[in-house]
């Protein structure tokens, strides 16, 4: 096993830990959040009363498949906690997020959620936000000119391809992937993003998250 995923694994193990019986789970997409969901359906398995909220198609198949009951959001009551992963994370708990091209309905579950989990392996922690392409979720009908506004904006960006064909979201959108590199007032940037009809969504996670829990060699690291 490499030592990024025994790292995922460190802080899903931690993160279950956070997990009590009742509660409503919120349940990330990606690799590190496969983990969580598997160790939730072990958990489930042997006894732990739990609903899931699944953030991708991918992730609710999963959840299935491990035994984990998977209700939509609109007939949660609340979403106790959530724990997902991330891209790339600072120590403001400032997160880029969507590499999975999950990145709308993660936001919205972060949003609703009581208390948002990152978990992640130590090559998420970055000083600034950026070497990570900022995915961003656009409706088709608008990409062609909304990356022409991108790019005078200088975010460079790059439509997702994905098996040679554009990627398609879970709503059937595009991601863009744009450079951010450099740019230091993310609150603006996420103004102006979500500003131009057609722009869904953004991967930038800037104040939603409660805890962090990085896996670091055998150990954990925390920030909150
Ligand atoms: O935002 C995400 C998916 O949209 C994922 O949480 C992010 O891409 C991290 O994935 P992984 O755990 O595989 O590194």
Known sequence: MSSTTNEKIIAAKAALKLVEHGMVVGLGSGSTSAIMIELLGKACREGLNIKGVASSGISEKLAIKEGIPVISLDVAPKID????????????LQLIKGG??????????????????IIVDSSKKVEQLGSFPLPIEVIP?????????LGQMGLSP?????????????QHNSILDLDIQGQTDLETLQSSLINIPGIVETGLFLNTTNLIIMGSGNETKTFQ
């Not at 999975?100 to 989990?117: D, P, Q, T």
Request: aromatic fraction near 8%; proline fraction near 0%.
């Open 81 to 92: 906690i959530n724990i997902d992963g991330a891209d790339e994370f600072d120590t403001k």
């Open 141 to 149: 009908f608008a990409q062609r000119k909304i990356m022409d506004e």
């Open 100 to 117: 999975g091209g999950a990145l709308l309905r993660e936001k919205i579950i972060a949003h609703f959620a009581s208390k948002n989990v």
């Open 158 to 170: 790059q439509v997702r391809l994905h098996n040679g064909k554009e990627y398609r979201t879970d």
